[in-house]
T-cell receptor, first 115, second 114 residues
């Protein structure tokens, strides 16, 4: 069974540009989470989607947005890139009923570098 | 709201030595507790979890953790460290009042000395 897949693996952008990151969850999982892992800052929760709806978002500005498609894959968009957006972006998936038990399945991440 | 504290952002042990990574949570209501491991250039994977029942939980790769309600702790141990254990370890707890429903600690980087 395929795990959570993310693309691209690496992405280099310049300040002010837009970045789009993609995530395919494990087959059958309906929930997708996005986390930002910047150097020295641990995991910061960005967004949670389930069944195509945004369920919750973390404490990030509106230029961080995303969506979930009917096949449960998800996209994270970051507009007006700033240098501090440089980070590893992790996607995780779970069954909705697993959300309350906290078990998440992570992809390997997309590393975004903003120059 | 829950909070998770991992004592020591970096722990270094010799190969073959005991590994002890500390995790404390804040709530008096026992949550579900987890340890995740992140190997270099990879995502996180679940190492072990406590939900209910036995307070000593065994995970993959010889790791185990003990839930101590009186101490609000969930420390991770391994009797004998191996070079392949070098990674970042994250403690996590469920928090139904939070946006993400799960709160991660800040992580502890484990280094193994030959």
């Amino acid at each position: 069974e395929a795990g959570v897949t993310q693309s691209p693996t690496h992405l280099i952008k310049t300040r002010g540009q837009q970045a789009t990151l993609r995530c395919s969850p494990i087959s059958g999982h309906t929930s997708v989470y996005w986390y930002q892992q910047a150097l020295g800052l641990g995991l910061q929760f960005l967004l949670w989607y389930d069944e195509g709806e945004e369920r919750n978002r973390g404490n990030f500005p509106p230029r961080f947005s995303g969506r979930q498609f009917p096949n449960y894959s998800s996209e994270l968009n970051v507009n007006a890139l700033e240098l501090e957006d440089s980070a590893l972006y992790l996607c995780a998936s779970s069954l909705l009923r697993q959300v309350n038990t906290g078990e998440l399945f992570f992809g390997e991440g997309s590393r975004l570098t903003v120059l | 709201a829950q909070s998770v504290t991992q004592l020591g952002s970096h722990v270094s042990v010799s190969e073959g030595a005991l590994v002890l990574l500390r995790c404390n949570y804040s709530s008096s209501v026992p949550p579900y507790l987890f340890w995740y491991v992140q190997y270099p250039n990879q995502g996180l994977q679940l190492l072990l979890k406590y939900t209910t029942g036995a307070t000593l939980v065994k995970g993959i790769n010889g790791f185990e953790a003990e839930f101590k309600k009186s101490e609000t702790s969930f420390h991770l141990t391994k009797p004998s460290a191996h070079m392949s254990d070098a990674a970042e370890y994250f403690c996590a707890v469920t928090d139904y009042s939070s946006a993400s429903k799960i709160i991660f600690g800040s992580g502890t980087r484990l280094s193994i000395r030959p």
